[in-house]
């Protein structure tokens, strides 16, 4: 059974960091891309950042570039989000996913394995 779980959320000031992690099971973690998503209420899911199955190769929404960085440990089949200068739009609830092969695609529906998500919260 594939289990995809997230930790780390919480709330945070303006300017904080936080670190997200999503923890993996009962896959081969080396043989999938990664994306990390986020929605926030009234919004579509949006992708936020993926990283290639080798970790070698990593993607960025331009709103996040910059402050935001992605990065994996196969030995450990977990998957960081590390979160700068956090700003009041990046409150959504974020969701790492998982797509068999090397590329993380943007688009949501084309990823097979979820987390259930972890609330990031960001007061101004």
């Known amino acids: 059974q594939v289990q995809m779980v997230e930790s780390g959320g919480g709330l945070v000031q303006a300017g904080d960091s936080l670190r997200l992690s999503c923890a993996a099971s009962?896959?081969?973690?080396?043989?999938?891309?990664i994306g990390w998503f986020r929605q926030a209420p009234g919004k579509e899911r949006e992708f936020v950042a993926g990283i290639t199955k080798s970790g070698r190769t990593t993607y960025y929404a331009d709103s996040v570039k910059g402050r935001f960085t992605i990065s994996r440990d196969n030995a450990k089949n977990t998957v960081y989000l590390q979160m700068n200068s956090l700003k009041h739009e990046d409150t959504a609830v974020y969701y790492c996913?998982?797509?068999?092969?090397?590329?993380?695609?943007?688009?949501?529906?084309?990823?097979?394995?979820w987390g259930q998500g972890t609330q990031v919260t960001v007061s101004s």
């Open positions: 996913a998982a797509v068999e092969g090397w590329y993380p695609p943007k688009e949501s529906n084309s990823y097979l394995y």
């Open positions: 009962g896959v081969t973690f080396s043989s999938y891309a």
